[in-house]
């Protein structure tokens, strides 16, 4: 069972980039699933978290409107699309099951995926 996320990367402020995590070993349908992200000395902070058999999603306040989750369930996979990207956007992203709506933490249970880093720099 594991989670493999990849897509990070050096952007440009105003940038964007798509974060994917696929899902081996686990079947997503019924699951929560989402992306968090930390910077070094920070608390781990919940930036999504999706309800994968219809979608729906949940965001942190300061990246509504930038940030849009979407699935894929032939893939077994959760993407994370980041638009108008902002230097405090810059973290390594994880994806892990077992999200929960308000963001702030995941069930007992939770498969964490390794982390990619995405810098946001001019």
């Known amino acids: 069972v594991q989670l493999q996320a990849f897509g990070g990367g050096l952007v440009q402020p105003g940038g964007s980039l798509r974060l994917s995590c696929v899902a081996f070993?686990?079947?997503?349908?019924?699951?929560?699933i989402g992306w968090f992200r930390q910077v070094p000395g920070k608390v781990l902070e919940g930036v999504s978290c999706?309800?994968?058999?219809?979608?729906?999603?949940y965001y942190k306040d300061s990246v509504k409107g930038r940030f849009t989750a979407a699935r894929d369930k032939a893939k077994n996979a959760l993407y994370l699309q980041m638009n108008a990207l902002k230097p405090e956007d810059t973290a390594g992203y994880y994806c892990?099951?077992?999200?929960?709506?308000?963001?702030?933490?995941?069930?007992?249970?939770?498969?964490w995926g390794q982390g990619t880093l995405v810098t946001v720099s001019s």
């Open positions: 999706t309800r994968f058999t219809d979608g729906m999603t």
């Open positions: 070993g686990i079947n997503l349908e019924h699951l929560y």
């Open positions: 892990a099951t077992e999200c929960i709506e308000r963001l702030d933490g995941v069930g007992t249970h939770a498969v």
